[in-house]
């Protein structure tokens, strides 16, 4: 912004104040006598400018409304207000100054710059990005105007567009650090990741402190599979800025994608130290304690996750298969019933209910969320085995039959579907249809030779099955 400048976004640190103590001291001593009745204007406009640097914009107001009953027709200090305004959160009234100044001024394209800002502060980006034109059209190469038209169009999600923007900026000014992040940040959106790293570290060549850079840097490299160097990108940003729970988050999240589960979890911790109520830490922090078999602390975790947003339907389903590895049946269907009951058209809770409700011997419920699977998820073979096998085991053999050529027809690799297909058909002795059944599950998975022995004893030693068993 020209002038005043003052973001609230996180990705840029705070512009340096250009005024020393010993101004804060002259001031007050201009203010000592006369409070608030100062009558000269360049000493306004000063106090003005001190205390808008300063972020005391009640203050700023008050005498930029003392200007202005000297100078009324002064469109810079119309634009002054509209500024104060706009960050005391008063966009409407900050519109209002802005048109004032502009019916003063009507060719001066920092105010539609300005406006053009307060209109995107109202999420008005259509009116906003109609300003920004506005200003090019006064002056087609004003920098701060194709900066803020490039940022909007990003909001937009018309990142094709921002990037012709953006690199016009950079073409009239290449050692410009905000176009460089920028890019950087369009060109993620656009699948561009190679691009995007290298954007980002032209910024930071400029900008060797800007945490966010370094954090956005590293969420392309984890994109990107880079797990390593992401985690060195995240450990710069943390080091300029410690308490950065985001970047703890996604630090944890890279040490997970490379097995480093310990490691995770201390990010995770960390995140959970700067923000108690993250409930995708939380979540994850669950899901590491979970692949490290300690389903005590997993199901602690996750149960915190559920404290903070108790329709977080993930850490249901993940406490639930904590209490399914313990042995509690009972509480883990309790768990996925209550996720289903917040996302019904998840199939692999549904298939995870299915078993719960089978190791409870509830047959018929266990059979109706299979059915459900199935009809979410045709094409999943480890379903249709299960639901093939619960049939088998209550004498369903038709259906039974027909549900495990189904399961085999999707994965023709599954050693289990094969077995309990051959076990159909030695039931209904269709002992050709058996010895080729068999000879493909113990070739795919030896070690249900071992098995067909227990299930068949009295095949052992059969002239058909004996064969079979020997190789």
Request: net charge negative; glycine share 4%; proline share 4%.
């Given at each position: 912004?020209?002038?005043?400048?003052?973001?609230?976004?996180?990705?840029?640190?705070?512009?340096?104040?250009?005024?020393?103590?010993?101004?804060?001291?002259?001031?007050?001593?201009?203010?000592?006598?006369?409070?608030?009745?100062?009558?000269?204007?360049?000493?306004?406009?000063?106090?003005?400018?001190?205390?808008?640097?300063?972020?005391?914009?009640?203050?700023?107001?008050?005498?930029?409304?003392?200007?202005?009953?000297?100078?009324?027709?002064?469109?810079?200090?119309?634009?002054?207000?509209?500024?104060?305004?706009?960050?005391?959160?008063?966009?409407?009234?900050?519109?209002?100054?802005?048109?004032?100044?502009?019916?003063?001024?009507?060719?001066?394209?920092?105010?539609?710059?300005?406006?053009?800002?307060?209109?995107?502060?109202?999420?008005?980006?259509?009116?906003?990005?109609?300003?920004?034109?506005?200003?090019?059209?006064?002056?087609?190469?004003?920098?701060?105007?194709?900066?803020?038209?490039?940022?909007?169009?990003?909001?937009?999600?018309?990142?094709?567009?921002?990037?012709?923007?953006?690199?016009?900026?950079?073409?009239?000014?290449?050692?410009?650090?905000?176009?460089?992040?920028?890019?950087?940040?369009?060109?993620?959106?656009?699948?561009?990741?190679?691009?995007?790293?290298?954007?980002?570290?032209?910024?930071?060549?400029?900008?060797?402190?800007?945490?966010?850079?370094?954090?956005?840097?590293?969420?392309?490299?984890?994109?990107?599979?880079?797990?390593?160097?992401?985690?060195?990108?995240?450990?710069?940003?943390?080091?300029?800025?410690?308490?950065?729970?985001?970047?703890?988050?996604?630090?944890?999240?890279?040490?997970?994608?490379?097995?480093?589960?310990?490691?995770?979890?201390?990010?995770?911790?960390?995140?959970?130290?700067?923000?108690?109520?993250?409930?995708?830490?939380?979540?994850?922090?669950?899901?590491?304690?979970?692949?490290?078999?300690?389903?005590?602390?997993?199901?602690?975790?996750?149960?915190?996750?559920?404290?903070?947003?108790?329709?977080?339907?993930?850490?249901?389903?993940?406490?639930?298969?904590?209490?399914?590895?313990?042995?509690?049946?009972?509480?883990?269907?309790?768990?996925?019933?209550?996720?289903?009951?917040?996302?019904?058209?998840?199939?692999?809770?549904?298939?995870?209910?299915?078993?719960?409700?089978?190791?409870?011997?509830?047959?018929?419920?266990?059979?109706?969320?299979?059915?459900?699977?199935?009809?979410?998820?045709?094409?999943?073979?480890?379903?249709?085995?299960?639901?093939?096998?619960?049939?088998?085991?209550?004498?369903?053999?038709?259906?039974?039959?027909?549900?495990?050529?189904?399961?085999?027809?999707?994965?023709?690799?599954?050693?289990?579907?094969?077995?309990?297909?051959?076990?159909?058909?030695?039931?209904l002795h269709e002992q050709k249809a058996a010895i080729e059944?068999?000879?493909?599950?113990?070739?795919?998975?030896?070690?249900?030779?071992?098995?067909?022995?227990?299930?068949?004893?009295?095949?052992?030693?059969?002239?058909?099955?004996?064969?079979?068993?020997?190789?």
């Amino acid at each position: 912004m020209p002038g005043f400048d003052h973001f609230d976004d996180d990705e840029h640190l705070p512009r340096p104040n250009d005024r020393s103590d010993d101004d804060l001291r002259r001031f007050r001593e201009q203010l000592r006598n006369g409070e608030k009745d100062i009558n000269n204007t360049e000493a306004l406009e000063e106090i003005i400018q001190f205390y808008f640097e300063h972020e005391q914009f009640e203050e700023a107001l008050h005498f930029v409304d003392r200007l202005l009953s000297f100078e009324p027709f002064s469109s810079d200090a119309w634009q002054r207000k509209g500024m104060i305004l706009n960050n005391l959160y008063r966009y409407d009234e900050s519109i209002s100054c802005y048109d004032k100044a502009l019916t003063l001024n009507p060719t001066d394209p920092e105010i539609f710059v300005n406006k053009g800002i307060t209109l995107d502060n109202l999420s008005r980006v259509d009116e906003a990005l109609g300003a920004f034109n506005a200003a090019l059209d006064l002056e087609p190469l004003y920098e701060e105007a194709l900066f803020h038209k490039g940022v909007t169009l990003e909001k937009k999600e018309e990142f094709e567009e921002a990037v012709t923007t953006l690199r016009l900026i950079l073409e009239l000014n290449p050692e410009h650090p905000d176009a460089w992040y920028e890019l950087g940040y369009c060109y993620d959106f656009l699948e561009k990741l190679e691009d995007s790293v290298r954007c980002y570290d032209e910024h930071l060549s400029r900008d060797p402190y800007s945490y966010n850079a370094w954090y956005n840097r590293g969420i392309v490299l984890n994109r990107l599979g880079q797990y390593s160097k992401s985690i060195e990108s995240y450990d710069m940003a943390l080091t300029i800025k410690e308490d950065f729970p985001s970047a703890w988050y996604n630090k944890g999240n890279a040490y997970a994608n490379l097995g480093r589960l310990y490691d995770a979890i201390e990010c995770f911790k960390m995140t959970l130290k700067n923000e108690p109520g993250d409930v995708p830490a939380w979540h994850n922090l669950g899901n590491a304690y979970e692949e490290l078999a300690m389903h005590k602390e997993a199901i602690a975790a996750f149960t915190n996750a559920i404290k903070y947003d108790e329709n977080h339907y993930e850490s249901y389903f993940g406490r639930g298969c904590c209490f399914d590895a313990l042995d509690q049946p009972k509480k883990a269907l309790v768990d996925y019933k209550k996720a289903i009951s917040i996302h019904p058209d998840y199939p692999e809770l549904w298939h995870a209910k299915a078993d719960a409700e089978y190791n409870l011997g509830r047959i018929e419920e266990s059979l109706e969320s299979y059915r459900t699977v199935l009809k979410l998820d045709p094409s999943n073979g480890e379903a249709w085995f299960d639901y093939g096998d619960t049939l088998y085991e209550i004498g369903e053999i038709k259906d039974a039959s027909e549900a495990l050529s189904q399961s085999i027809k999707i994965v023709p690799h599954f050693a289990a579907a094969h077995y309990s297909l051959a076990k159909i058909h030695i039931l209904l002795h269709e002992q050709k249809a058996a010895i080729e059944s068999l000879a493909r599950a113990f070739k795919l998975d030896p070690e249900l030779i071992e098995q067909f022995k227990k299930d068949h004893p009295d095949l052992k030693l059969h002239r058909d099955f004996a064969p079979l068993l020997r190789k």
